[in-house]
């Protein structure tokens, strides 16, 4: 595996390829290179184990190691990477400078009608890095990983699993 150095204004750069890249991301004329969302996550410090670990974590490994419920988490006997749920970081609001911030998040699903929608889970992964990277570029790394769901960063990591998986199908 390639490491990726991240800092921080490095979320919000990845947040950026995700957005000049969205067409040739859903044409599959260019293939997500995991390694880039994976350190990412890992950068942001939320998760207790390395973000490539989670799409194989059984759900109720981490239902009851880490999740913070905003999760449907319904098939405890399957891995994380079969969840169809999603929580989108949408919005954020507070101070940062007072170390007060609340990340406001929705439920999403880029599996619909028995289909799988890639543009869901680019759009997920995209607003998420935009709205946690904003934030992440302020230099208030303690703030943002106290902050954020660990279940959206989760969702991140089965974006890029589901987007990945179908781009290379």
Sequence with gaps: MQEVNMDEFSVSTLADWFEEHTSALLEKKEVLDLNKVYAAVDYLGVLKNPAASYPEMGQETYLRSE???????????????????????????????????NFKYNHDTPFTDGQY?????????????????????????????????????????????????????
């Design 67 to 101: 999740s913070d419920k905003k999760l449907s988490l319904l098939d405890e006997k399957s891995r994380l990477g079969d969840l169809t749920d999603r929580i989108m970081v949408n919005h954020v609001d507070g101070s940062v400078s007072g170390d007060e911030i």
């Design 117 to 169: 929608h890639a543009r869901k889970d680019l759009e997920i992964m995209k607003f998420g890095l935009e709205v946690i990277g904003a934030v992440s570029a302020t230099g208030h790394a303690d703030t943002v990983r106290d902050s954020l769901s660990s279940d959206a960063v989760v969702s991140l990591i089965l974006a890029a699993n589901a987007l990945h998986a179908w781009q290379v199908k």
